[in-house]
């Protein structure tokens, strides 16, 4: 079993700044990529960034210059430093990852995803 839990959403006026937090835990043999995907009332589900075992990073466009992703130096832990908020960054965030539980069998990597919180920018 693998679980995800996420902290640190809230209310926020437009302009400021929230951190969200991550952290996995369970069995856990390989974290491959950790993300942040958000789901607005009424929309699909959308990635707002990602980030793998290696570093490398990916944005949603509309993210890219005012949100962070960064993983801890534990490396089960991710964030995301959001900046700049907008009354449309309002959503329940959700924290992502894609794990490997069995080391004899690396290649069988599964998601998992977080319970979500809730992020509300206020105009």
């Known amino acids: 079993q693998v679980q995800l839990v996420e902290s640190g959403g809230g209310l926020v006026q437009a302009g400021g700044s929230l951190r969200l937090s991550c952290a996995a835990s369970?069995?856990?043999?390989?974290?491959?990529?950790m993300g942040w995907y958000r789901q607005a009332p009424g929309k699909q589900r959308e990635l707002v960034a990602a980030i793998t075992s290696g570093g490398s990073t990916n944005y949603a466009d509309s993210m890219e210059g005012r949100f962070t992703i960064s993983r801890g130096n534990a490396k089960n832990w991710v964030y995301l430093q959001m900046n700049s908020l907008k009354p449309e960054d309002t959503a329940v965030y959700y924290c992502?990852?894609?794990?490997?539980?069995?080391?004899?069998?690396?290649?069988?990597?599964?998601?998992?995803w977080g319970q979500g919180t809730q992020v509300t920018v206020s105009s």
């Open positions: 992502n990852a894609r794990i490997t539980s069995d080391p004899l069998a690396p290649a069988n990597e599964y998601d998992y």
């Open positions: 369970g069995s856990i043999f390989s974290i491959n990529a």
